[in-house]
């Protein structure tokens, strides 16, 4: 919705604080010297201003919130280093479709080096529009006030369209404050640049995809990314136990299907769990939902993905099916939404694989997966504690809470998708996939903490992810919020080390790292903090952690010897995943 009306007399900053009212009411910044006029007028406007400790902590904190609330936020940084610290996390929800508006500060027109052949002519200058381009869905800036205007609208309408994603606005200085004196402003329009139509629309082939579907023996569904908004998710878990159809899921899409359901593959590919990658191989009919089935999904052997079967794809985004690694029978562009709802109407409600052989198969290889996920959580090392069982000691007391569970990149992110039990809308899954970016946990936690104080977060983090924003403490205390942190401390980068051991037997960068006490440097930003290294201590521990209204923290002494495993390592098709075994579905 447009402004009807502006008052008078602003400045172009007043104007930007009058538009982003219509769209939010708060905002993540760092702030700096070339965004000080709009940090200003947001404030005079009664704006909620969240002040980080680093241009990434907001970055990360304004994805967190937009992740929960599923409509796009904003951040704004000043220029130069700014910038340049910003554009992680804008990679960052470019690449896993997170609706992102970035202001970023410029300096003014006059001292900007323009196309001159020069590094800089202003003091923290940078190109942000090349800097950012590649990451970004559009980039825009505006020279006057006219453009201003239409421009913000236009950043909104395209970071929520469609595939979600980050957009940029440069703000010069001298923009900024300009006076605004005239009035056609309130009429200003702009066409959307930049970006392109669905190309060649497929059409939806509903009948031709049920009649393949009535002759499977053998069907599954991949839910992926594209598939979580809740209309896709309530469609496609009713659609799944009506025809008792197997799911397995990206590492984004966890809980479209409930973890204890016993059609939960969990989730495929590079770090996930065995059991799926057998039945993608052994199916004859694959729908994929929303999911790019990037490399990490379908191992490096991709021309093998699924063999026998007919591989539907179902995606909004044109460009990913035409550009796709996997040769797919039938690509639908279409909302999945919309699609799997008009889907499910052709197949007969008495259609279903339950008393199958495929449905007594998974229910078997369930059961033996089942034994698997408690030999995890038996493994013992020399020293510190078992990461499974924490975790598993985890999920009881969450078990009926409604939470928002977010990791940083690393092992502990593995362990916690293969352990927790996902179930959308009791439980909100936030971690970084196409980037994979460490330092994403504990800003981010923030962001999904500030979207719904109802829920509890727990912030699961690896010794090395931490490190990346710890600064953020002093962020999370200031605003007293209910996040509530596992630290995995095993004095190395984890995963890391387990690939180069695995390459060349040895981790020099990776293994015995020298770490702080992470629970007295909690209790140095004033949250309350316990070690935890004695097993029969978990579930106390855990129930302390609970016990407080905001934030506090457990510093886990995690054994270093326990990999990821199964794993998908280069040259292995999805089923013959590390350490190998007979295939027997």
């Not at 590079?270 to 994929?288: M, N, P, W, Y």
């Not at 994979?436 to 104080?453: H, K, N, Q, Y």
């Not at 999370?476 to 996040?483: F, I, S």
């Not at 935890?532 to 579930?539: G, H, Q, Y």
Request: with cysteine; net charge negative.
């Amino acid at each position: 919705m447009k402004s009807e009306f502006i008052r008078p007399n602003l400045t172009c900053a007043e104007l930007i604080a009058e538009v982003l009212k219509e769209y939010v009411s708060t905002v993540f910044v760092y702030p700096g010297g070339t965004i000080a006029p709009t940090l200003n007028a947001l404030e005079n406007a009664g704006m909620v201003i969240y002040t980080a400790r680093t241009e990434q902590g907001a970055g990360f904190a304004s994805i967190g919130l937009a992740r929960s609330v599923g409509y796009s936020q904003v951040v704004l940084v000043s220029s130069g280093p700014g910038v340049t610290n910003l554009i992680t996390p804008i990679a960052d929800a470019f690449y896993d479709s997170t609706p992102l508006v970035a202001f970023c500060g410029q300096v003014g027109q006059k001292d900007s080096k323009g196309l001159l052949p020069i590094r800089q002519r202003g003091f923290q200058e940078t190109d942000n529009e090349q800097l950012l381009v590649s990451v970004s869905k559009l980039v825009l800036t505006p020279k006057n006030a006219l453009e201003l205007k239409a421009d913000i609208h236009t950043a909104f309408e395209v970071a929520n369209d469609g595939r979600q994603g980050p957009v940029v606005i440069n703000l010069h200085m001298d923009v900024q404050r300009a006076p605004l004196d005239n009035q056609e402003i309130i009429d200003a329009k702009k066409p959307r640049q930049l970006l392109k139509e669905p190309s060649g629309s497929t059409g939806w082939f509903l009948e031709e995809i049920a009649s393949q579907l009535r002759a499977a023996k053998r069907p599954i569904i991949i839910a992926g990314r594209g598939a979580l908004d809740p209309s896709s998710v309530e469609s496609i878990r009713s659609f799944s136990e009506k025809h008792y159809i197997p799911i397995s899921h990206s590492l984004h899409a966890l809980g479209i299907s409930p973890s204890t359901s016993e059609l939960n593959l969990k989730f495929h590919g590079h770090t996930g769990e065995r059991l799926a990658g057998k039945f993608i191989q052994k199916s004859d009919f694959v729908l994929v939902l929303g999911s790019r089935l990037d490399v990490r999904q379908t191992g490096t052997r991709y021309e093998e993905f699924a063999p026998d079967a007919v591989k539907i794809r179902v995606d909004l985004d044109s460009d990913e099916i035409a550009n796709s690694r996997i040769s797919m029978s039938t690509n639908v562009l279409a909302e999945v939404s919309d699609w799997i709802e008009a889907f499910s109407e052709l197949i007969k409600d008495d259609q279903s694989w339950e008393k199958t052989e495929w449905g007594a198969s998974l229910r078997r290889e369930v059961a033996l997966e089942q034994l698997k996920y408690q030999e995890r959580r038996n493994t013992a090392g020399k020293e510190g504690l078992n990461p499974y069982l924490v975790l598993s000691e985890l999920n009881k007391v969450i078990s009926n809470l409604e939470v928002n569970i977010v990791t940083g990149v690393g092992s502990h992110q593995q362990w916690a998708a293969r352990e927790l039990d996902f179930d959308i809308p009791r439980t909100a899954w936030f971690t970084s996939g196409g980037l994979g970016t460490m330092g994403f946990d504990l800003p981010v936690s923030i962001g999904a903490a500030i979207g719904d104080r109802n829920r509890t977060t727990v912030c699961l983090v690896g010794d090395g992810s931490f490190q990346m924003n710890i600064q953020e403490l002093a962020f999370l205390k200031e605003l007293d919020l209910p996040v509530k942190i596992l630290v995995f401390d095993n004095s190395k980068l984890g995963i890391v080390s387990q690939f180069q051991k695995l390459n060349w037997s040895n981790d020099p960068t990776c293994g015995s790292k020298i770490n702080p006490d992470f629970a007295e440097i909690s209790k140095a930003y004033s949250i309350p903090a316990r070690s935890l290294s004695v097993k029969k201590d978990i579930a106390s521990t855990i129930q302390w952690l609970f016990s407080h209204e905001g934030p506090a923290l457990v510093n886990v002494k995690t054994m270093s010897e326990i990999d990821v495993v199964p794993l998908l390592l280069a040259n292995d098709a999805l089923d013959e995943m590390w350490p190998y075994e007979e295939k027997n579905v």
